[in-house]
């Protein structure tokens, strides 16, 4: 009985080491929308992968994210949304 517990725990081990699946782009604007509806400031792209800039809204179109940065007049699509990262005007990240 001692070896299968053990054995367990070792299973547990790695799947807490697995690497966690990509958001979804509709979770990913969910997020966005509903930060920037709670502070009313925006959110911030922290990589290449989100682009530079402050951004005020976001949707999703075909399966992509895109993301605004003039309340609706353009929008950027994020091409690479696993290696997307966005932060608040504190610099706290905001986890999609």
């Known amino acids: 009985m001692m070896n299968k517990s053990k054995e367990l ?3 547990a081990r790695r799947e807490l080491r697995l690497p966690a699946p990509a958001p979804s782009a509709t979770r990913a604007a969910r997020r966005l929308n509903d930060h920037h509806l709670r502070t009313c400031a925006g959110f911030y792209g922290s990589n290449a992968a989100a682009g530079g ?3 005020f809204g ?3 179109r075909a399966g992509k994210l895109e993301i605004t940065p003039d309340f609706g007049e353009t929008w950027q699509i994020v091409e690479d949304l696993a290696g997307a990262a966005f932060h608040d005007h504190n610099g706290r990240p905001i986890y999609l």
Do not use: F, I, M, S
């Open 58 to 60: 976001a949707r999703v």
């Open 53 to 55: 800039g402050r951004y």
């Open 9 to 11: 725990q070792e299973l």
